[in-house]
């Protein structure tokens, strides 16, 4: 009884470590694999997109599956669900998330800026299992996106938003941001490199490889390092 009462006790401030170190899931803000800094540009109208991503953070270990279309010129919409199983607690911690995002570049090229902005939300189950209640986390966030596009390939990304987390009561709100660059290492093969971050945390760095095995359908995976953790995740997308 007396283990139950403590938990309890201690659940705003686990919930306080849950939202900070990132572990609640936040469906489906997700940019082109492996990049966690997302590109001003859409699907053309008419086209979607399946993606599914393994992927690991320090001890917690997940998987997404998001579905991507676009019924109007220059604006994307995407539904995401995603799981995900945290073993550095015991017994371990679960979550369960589904999420909508929208995203709309209304000024795109193929060469030099496109700018715009998306919008997430996410619903997130939590089961922490040291204690017996389960609750819901929700989650907003707003970006703008810009994209500088080379000739020869290159293309950098920079973010920049603000999130908002409410569980238990409790919410909490940061300022976001991204920069990331991709690089041409053959016709369908691509480099990428970024750094990003919010409010009160050292940034995230992360290296990765995309592979265009045929056209609309693409591999890859990246690692990172930041704030005394390592993360990875691996992908498969296909563009129809």
Known sequence: MNTVKNALNNLPARLTVLITTGFLLLPPAHAEGPMNVDDAGTLDKGGMKLEGVLS??????????????????????????????????????????????????????????????????GRTRINDRETPQKFTERSYSASALASYRLENGQVAHINLGAARTRAQGDSDTVGTWGIGYEFPLLDSLQLTVETFGEEHRRPDKAIGLRYEIIDGLKVSGAVGRGNDRSFGQAGLAWEF
Do not use: C, H
Request: zero cysteines; proline letters at 3%; aromatic letters at 14%.
């Open 56 to 121: 690991r953070d320090d001890r917690e270990r997940g998987g997404e599956l998001l579905f991507g279309f676009s019924f109007l010129e220059n604006l994307e919409m995407e539904i995401g669900l995603a799981r995900a199983t945290d073993r550095a607690t015991d017994p371990d911690s679960r979550s369960r998330g589904v999420g909508f995002g929208a995203k709309w570049v209304p000024y795109q090229n193929e060469t030099g800026w496109s700018l715009g902005a998306r919008f997430d939300y």
